[in-house]
């Protein structure tokens, strides 16, 4: 059997962890980070998922690592994706699936250019830069030659340029 501990108040509280098999009581600072940590761990219980927080976010990084607008983003890669496509169908073949495409382009250009032109928190970027060359190069050319006129070989890869910068960028 062990030895019975010294007497004491100290001595009191060990004889009695010590019958009892107990382990001391916490200190209040352990306590306090013990209640602490059970809140933090209930509150995340109760927090939705980041992933959450991401949809109502209006701002989204961007593939270079900049933070731009959601809407600028979405905007400026449906102009690149419509006038790539538009584009690629103006090889001679069908007419009507080349203004099909063309008129789709049209208007996500007229959608960019009305939200976007002349707004300040996009108009430094590379990527709004870009979309307005290509833009601008597509224009002087119909402004030259017409409406119907087909895109010489040149001006479309300079408008493919500008454009695989843009979605470089994005």
């Known amino acids: 059997m062990p030895s019975p501990p010294p007497h004491g108040p100290m001595s009191l509280m060990a004889s009695r ?3 009892c098999s107990l382990p001391p009581s916490p200190s209040p600072k ?3 980070d013990a209640e602490s940590k059970q809140q933090q761990q209930h509150i995340r219980n109760l927090s939705p998922p980041p992933s959450i927080f991401s949809i109502f976010d209006p701002n989204e990084r961007t593939k270079s690592g900049k933070v731009l607008p959601k809407a600028y983003l979405k905007a400026a890669r449906e102009v690149v994706r419509t006038l790539r496509e ?3 169908e103006d090889d001679g073949g069908d007419v009507a699936k080349f ?3 063309a008129d789709a382009a049209k208007e996500s250009i007229r959608e960019f250019l009305g939200g976007w032109r002349g707004q300040q928190a996009v108009a430094a970027e590379e990527s709004y830069v870009a979309l307005e060359k290509a833009i601008r190069s597509l224009a002087e050319f119909y402004s030259k030659a017409g409406p119907f006129a087909s895109l010489p070989k040149d001006v479309k890869d300079k408008i493919l ?9 994005l």
């Open 161 to 169: 340029a500008n454009l695989n910068t843009a979605d470089a960028f």
């Open 86 to 88: 538009s584009l690629g």
């Open 99 to 101: 203004r099909r495409g």
């Open 30 to 32: 352990q306590r306090r």
């Open 17 to 19: 962890c010590y019958c």
